[in-house]
């Protein structure tokens, strides 16, 4: 138990340590990819479900494509 316990505080301190090392403009980076992912994912999943929407549209004009 007390195993656990040390590699969880061991972990915990090694976050808060790299977390407390980044510079203002590298958490602004980081910031900004996190965003630019955010953006791709969400603009995939719109895309992806207009694509649907389209597919369900065909299908009851009666066209195959």
Same mark, same amino acid.
């Given at each position: 138990? !007390?195993?656990?316990?040390? *590699?969880? =505080? =061991?972990? =915990?301190?090694?976050? *808060?340590?790299?977390?407390?090392? $980044?510079? !203002? #403009?590298?958490? *602004?980076? $980081? %910031? %900004?990819?996190?965003?630019? *992912?955010? =953006?791709f994912v969400v #603009?995939?999943?719109?895309?992806?479900?207009? $694509? #649907? !929407?389209?597919? +369900?549209? #065909? +299908?009851? /004009? %009666?066209?195959? /494509?």
């Amino acid at each position: 138990m !007390i195993e656990k316990a040390t *590699v969880a =505080t =061991t972990y =915990t301190a090694s976050a *808060v340590t790299t977390m407390a090392g $980044l510079t !203002i #403009n590298e958490w *602004v980076a $980081l %910031g %900004g990819f996190l965003m630019g *992912v955010a =953006t791709f994912v969400v #603009n995939l999943w719109f895309k992806r479900e207009h $694509l #649907n !929407i389209e597919r +369900q549209r #065909n +299908q009851a /004009d %009666g066209k195959d /494509d």
